[in-house]
């Protein structure tokens, strides 16, 4: 297996404070679309909380870096170019 298991309290606590400056941090969202371990709507529900200024697409399980890394490596520096 190359991914470990991980402590699920810890992503289930995890909270978003807004402090000052949070929204001049430009941020990008990668759905990973046959993600198993986030479903689609709470993917959803953290693009609705927190939302960035591009979202992304990935036909990929939940490690685009394993599945499709070229893929991933593309989105990378599209959302790098977006930002600047």
């Keep these: ?15 978003f404070v807004k402090g000052p400056g949070c929204d001049s941090v430009r941020r990008v969202y990668i759905k990973t679309l046959q993600d198993r371990v986030i479903k689609q709507e709470q993917q959803d529900a953290m693009i609705r909380r927190w939302p960035p200024s591009q979202i992304f697409l990935s036909d990929t399980d939940h490690s685009p870096a394993f599945s499709n890394p070229r893929g991933l490596v593309r989105l990378l520096l599209q959302a790098a170019n977006g930002v600047n």
Excluded at 1 to 15: D, E, I, K, S, Y
Aim: charged share 15%; no cysteine.
């Design 1 to 15: 297996m190359v991914l470990r298991p991980a402590p699920l309290r810890a992503f289930q606590g995890a909270t």
